[in-house]
């Protein structure tokens, strides 16, 4: 239950799905690593508090779980195009993180 976690809370952040699909194209195309939408979110998190807090600190994420049952959705780019996640095809996509 989330309610009986909230003491242990600093802060949270919502993440647009627009950003979960551009860092899950983002961390498979410059880092080879296939990750579900979880992982996504978590690395988006993650690249904020970062750069919220500045050089000289360490920010620390989970990678959950990886793309290999995010097929029909997150990697079917008809899918996120049909959602407005994506360009038309053949439009360059948008600047990632």
Do not use: Q, W
Not at 45 to 62: D, W
């Amino acid at each position: 239950n989330f309610a009986a976690g909230l003491d242990y809370i600093d802060r949270a952040d919502r993440v647009t799905d627009a950003e979960v699909v551009a860092m899950s194209r983002r961390v498979l195309a410059d880092d080879g690593l296939f990750v579900g939408s979880s992982s996504a979110l978590n690395l988006v998190a993650a690249v904020r508090e970062a750069e919220r807090l500045g050089p000289g600190h360490t920010v620390v994420t989970v990678i959950c779980g990886s793309g290999s049952r995010e097929f029909t959705k997150l990697y079917n780019d008809d899918y996120l195009r049909g959602r407005g996640l994506l360009p038309p095809a053949g439009e360059p996509t948008a600047p990632v993180l």
